[in-house]
């Protein structure tokens, strides 16, 4: 019998066997934990993925106990209600992507291509030789963080600094389970973050980055304010 929670530690340790047996056996199955369902084969990923009218990225627009939990938190968790490219559809996601777009077009992306071989390299000369390794924790999530991290166009003294601040506040918002601490650690982030990137918001753009399109919108108006700035900065050096 097909059976989905994401919450297990097993699952968390290793998901591969319960998506492979959901593909196989439910490959759009009822969770009734999250009260949804949880499709895992593609072509039923992707229709989803397509078809805005239907479905949506935000869990807040749905219904039951979790989105109101989740609609609790971000109310609490610094930048919890700001958009971003991970729970907007329709125009307003458009809008965000087209801010951000021209930084992952192909001809940007080749330009970051030497950065990305020597990231990949870096990393391949860390994996231990003669014993097993877990490529998930030493390559597979370390690769797309360093990648962005350069993509993202921080100040060079400022680029680790920054990239844990964002990711402390967008594990924060993101984790309706995120502790009072955590929070607080959030809060302070934000403040930080906003007085590191603000002068160089104001100082107009930089280059073909994430930093320079968002400074970018900021210059001409289009509605891109500190903490959108901020929402948008942390989505994406965090999750990529």
């Given at each position: 019998m097909?059976?989905?929670?994401?919450?297990?530690?097993?699952?968390?340790?290793?998901?591969?066997?319960?998506?492979?047996?959901?593909?196989?056996?439910?490959?759009v199955h009822w969770s009734a934990g999250l009260k949804a369902w949880v499709p895992t084969r593609y072509a039923e990923c992707s229709e989803v993925l397509h078809d805005?009218?239907?479905f949506t990225t935000d869990p807040a627009l749905t219904e039951g106990a979790r989105a109101e939990a989740i609609i609790a938190h971000r109310a609490s968790a610094p930048l919890g209600t700001v958009p971003t490219l991970g729970t907007t559809s329709g125009e307003a996601h458009r809008e965000l992507r087209r801010i951000v777009n021209p930084v992952f077009a192909p001809a940007a992306v080749r330009k970051v291509t030497p950065d990305i071989?020597?990231?990949?390299?870096?990393?391949?000369?860390?994996?231990?030789?003669?014993?097993?390794f877990d490529l998930m924790e030493t390559f597979a999530n370390p690769l797309p963080k360093q990648v962005m991290l350069g993509v993202m166009g921080f100040p060079e003294t400022e680029a680790d600094h920054l990239q844990r601040l964002l990711s402390n506040?967008?594990?924060?918002?993101?984790?309706?389970?995120?502790?009072?601490?955590?929070?607080?650690?959030?809060?302070?982030?934000?403040?930080?973050?906003?007085?590191?990137?603000e002068p160089h918001?104001?100082?107009g753009p930089s280059g073909e980055t994430v930093l320079g399109a968002l400074a970018r919108s900021w210059e001409n108006g289009g509605g891109m304010g500190i903490d959108e700035v901020l929402s948008v900065a942390a989505h994406i050096a965090t999750v990529g």
């Open positions: 097909a059976f989905f929670d994401p919450t297990r530690p097993s699952y968390r340790a290793n998901p591969y066997p319960a998506l492979a047996q959901l593909r196989r056996d439910d490959p805005g009218r239907r071989v020597s990231a990949v390299g870096r990393l391949l000369e860390r994996l231990p030789t003669g014993e097993a506040i967008e594990v924060a918002r993101s984790n309706p389970r995120s502790v009072p601490a955590t929070m607080a650690a959030a809060r302070s982030a934000q403040a930080e973050a906003a007085a590191i990137l918001l104001a100082g």
